[in-house]
C-alpha cells in the first residue's frame, strides 16, 4: 500500500514556537494545536516505514532508544500492522519537495509523522526526534514528546568536519562515534586528513612501505611547540583496506561522505623516509616528523618527477577504488617551495615548461594530478594555496588562509568550502587561559557561531559559488578521543547552525539556552564536552 504524507501531516498551524532545543535551530517549528499534549514512546511503539530506503534511519533512531533508554522499537513495514499502537511513521515520497534533503515532522499525540522525497530527509528529521527525546526521563518505560510540527531544510549542501590522524591516530571505533557526533549535527560530509609529515595512515598495497615505515615515528615532542623534549616512544598506526571500507560503510549509512585527503605536494616527510629517491635531497635521510611547526625547517616536499607522479597515481588510484566520493582532497598547502628553488631538477623543469617560478611549478604539479584524478571521474578539492601560480580548471577550493583565497575563487567561478583558521580551527584554545594544552591561539564559541560562510565583497551570482564550510580538527595537542570530544563540543553545535539553518534564524542568546539541553543530552550519550560552558 502506497502511503504518502500528506495521508499523515495535520495542517501547519499559525503560531510559532521558538526552536526549542534541537540544535541546528530548524527553519520553522511550531507548537501542537492542543497545549500540554505529548506523544508517548513505549514498549509498544513501533516504527513503520513505507519503502526500505528508510530501513537505516528507522534502524539508527530504534538504536538510539535502545542504547540509551532500553526500550526496544519493532520497525515494521505493513501499514495494517499498527493496529491500535502509537507509531512513528517515516515515509519517503519522492514528489513531497523538489529539494531532497527537505523533511517535515509532526509530532502528534497518538503518531509521529516524517515526510521527506529523499532517505537523507529522513535521517536528518530523526537527528531532530532525537534531540525532542528528554535527557533524563521521569519514567524510563515511558519517552515523551511534546507536540510539535517542523519544517527543514539546510542552508549549505556542503556541511563538514575534519579529523587529523596523522600527527595522533585515532582507532575505527572511535571514527565511527566521530561519525555518529557529525550526524547528530545534520552534518554530511567527513574530511577524513590520512597523511602528513608526522605519519601516513591508509594501506596502500603497491608501496607497503607506507606502513611499514611511514605510519611510524620514533617519538613525539613534549609540550607545547617547540617542547621541552621528545618522549622517545614509537608511535603510530594505519587503516587497512577492510577498515576504510567499514568506515565507508558506516559514514554512508548516516548520509556522510567521506573524502581522503592524500597531501601534496608538501607534508611529505613520512612518504619520504620510507622513499626518499621522491625527494628533491634523496641523498639525506629524512624521518617521519616528530615535532609540530616544521614548515621550511625540514625537507618535506615531493621531486615533481615522473617517477613521483608513477608513484603518485598509484596511490590515488587505490584510494579512489576505496572511497566512493567524487572529492579527493590533494592537500596543496604549505608547500616549502626553497627547495625546489635549490633543486637543479625543479629549476630545469620550470624553465622546460615556460613557469613563471616556484608558485607556477606547484600549479603545474596540481594542474597533472587533477587531470590524473578527472581521468578517473573525480574532482580534486585543495587547500586554498592550489590559487598560487593558477587553479586548476575544475579544482573546488577550501580557503583556510582566512577568506582571501575563497573570494578570489568564487569570482573565478570554482566552488568553495570555507574554513578560515581564525574561525574554524577547532585545535585553537576554548579559552584564554584554557585548561588544557592546545594550540597557541583562542577561539571562542561565540567566534565560531558568529561566523558567516558567504563573505560581503561578492555578488549574488558569485555567493552561489561558496558550496558551504567546514571545521578542522587538527590533532598536534589532541592525542585521545576524550581530548578530541572536549575541542570538538560544543563548538559543534554552534558549526551545526552556521551551515544548516537559515542566516536570520541565528541568535546565539538563543543558541546558549538551547545548549543547556544538548549538554544533558551529552551527559546521557557519555561525550566529554567543554563543561565551562554550563556556567557561562
Not at 502509537?86 to 515526510?115: A, F, H, W
Amino acid at each position: 500500500m502506497r502511503i504518502t504524507l500528506s495521508l499523515f501531516l495535520l495542517i501547519i498551524l499559525s503560531f510559532k514556537l521558538s526552536a526549542q532545543d534541537i540544535i541546528p535551530a530548524p527553519v520553522e517549528m511550531r507548537a501542537g494545536s492542543i497545549p500540554n499534549e505529548k506523544f508517548s514512546i513505549d514498549k509498544n511503539t513501533v516504527i513503520f516505514i513505507n519503502t526500505s530506503q528508510a530501513q537505516s534511519s528507522a534502524q539508527f533512531l530504534s538504536d538510539y532508544i535502545s542504547n540509551h533508554y532500553n526500550l526496544q522499537l519493532e520497525i515494521i513495514t505493513e501499514i495494517t500492522k499498527i493496529g491500535p499502537r502509537r507509531s512513528i511513521n517515516l515515509i519517503v515520497d519522492s514528489t513531497l519537495y523538489p529539494n531532497p534533503d527537505k523533511y517535515t515532522l509532526s509530532v502528534l499525540p497518538t503518531t509521529i509523522n516524517v515526510g521527506s522525497p529523499s532517505p537523507q530527509g529522513i535521517f536528518y528529521a530523526i537527528q531532530s526526534i532525537i534531540q525532542l527525546l528528554p535527557s533524563q526521563p521521569d519514567n524510563p518505560e515511558k519517552l515523551t514528546i511534546p507536540t510539535v510540527e517542523i519544517i527543514d531544510y539546510p542552508r549549505f549542501a556542503y556541511r563538514g568536519m575534519h579529523l587529523d590522524v596523522s600527527r595522533h591516530f585515532f582507532d575505527v571505533n572511535f571514527i565511527k562515534k566521530y561519525i555518529d557526533y557529525l550526524a547528530l549535527h545534520k552534518l554530511n560530509y567527513f574530511h577524513w586528513h590520512l597523511t602528513d609529515d608526522h605519519g601516513w595512515r591508509i594501506e596502500i598495497k603497491k608501496h607497503p612501505k607506507l606502513t611499514e615505515i611511514s605510519a611510524w615515528r620514533n617519538g613525539t615532542i613534549i609540550g607545547l611547540y617547540p617542547g621541552t623534549g621528545n618522549d622517545g616512544i614509537r608511535y603510530g598506526g594505519y587503516y587497512t583496506h577492510e577498515e576504510v571500507k567499514e568506515i565507508i560503510k558506516y559514514a554512508a549509512e548516516r548520509y556522510i561522505t567521506v573524502i581522503p585527503e592524500i597531501e601534496m605536494p608538501g607534508h611529505n616527510m613520512a612518504v619520504l623516509a620510507a622513499y626518499p629517491e621522491l625527494g628533491t635531497t634523496p641523498s639525506i635521510p629524512t624521518q617521519v616528523a616528530q615535532t609540530w611547526g616544521i614548515f621550511n625547517k625540514f625537507n618535506n616536499v615531493l621531486q615533481p618527477t615522473e617517477k613521483t607522479f608513477s608513484f603518485l597515481e598509484d596511490v590515488l588510484t587505490e584510494v579512489m577504488e576505496l572511497f566512493p566520493s567524487p572529492y579527493i582532497h590533494i592537500g596543496g598547502d604549505e608547500c616549502s617551495k626553497i627547495w625546489w628553488k635549490q633543486s637543479p631538477f625543479a629549476q630545469k623543469l620550470i624553465k622546460e615548461k615556460g613557469l613563471k617560478d616556484e608558485n607556477g611549478l606547484q600549479s603545474y604539479f596540481i594542474h597533472r594530478m587533477e587531470k590524473f584524478v578527472n581521468s578517473k571521474g573525480k574532482t580534486i578539492i585543495g587547500w586554498d594555496e592550489i590559487l598560487d601560480g593558477g587553479l586548476a580548471p575544475n579544482a573546488i577550493v577550501m580557503s583556510w588562509r582566512g577568506e582571501k583565497g575563497g573570494i578570489a575563487a568564487a569570482k573565478q567561478h570554482h566552488k568553495v568550502i570555507m574554513t578560515p583558521e581564525n574561525s574554524m580551527y577547532f585545535n585553537h584554545g576554548q579559552f584564554m587561559k584554557d585548561d588544557s594544552l592546545t594550540a597557541a591561539k583562542f577561539l571562542p564559541l561565540k567566534t565560531v557561531y558568529d561566523y558567516e560562510p558567504v563573505p560581503a565583497e561578492l555578488t549574488a551570482q558569485e555567493a552561489e559559488y561558496i558550496w558551504g564550510g567546514q571545521g578542522n580538527l587538527w590533532s598536534e595537542y589532541i592525542a585521545n578521543p576524550a581530548k578530541a570530544e572536549y575541542m570538538l563540543f560544543p563548538r559543534l553545535d554552534a558549526l551545526s547552525e552556521v551551515l544548516w539553518s537559515q542566516k536570520n534564524k541565528r541568535n546565539y542568546v538563543d543558541f546558549k539556552k538551547r545548549l543547556k539541553k544538548q549538554f544533558k543530552r551529552y551527559d546521557l550519550m557519555l561525550i566529554n564536552y567543554s563543561k565551562t560552558y554550563t556556567n557561562k
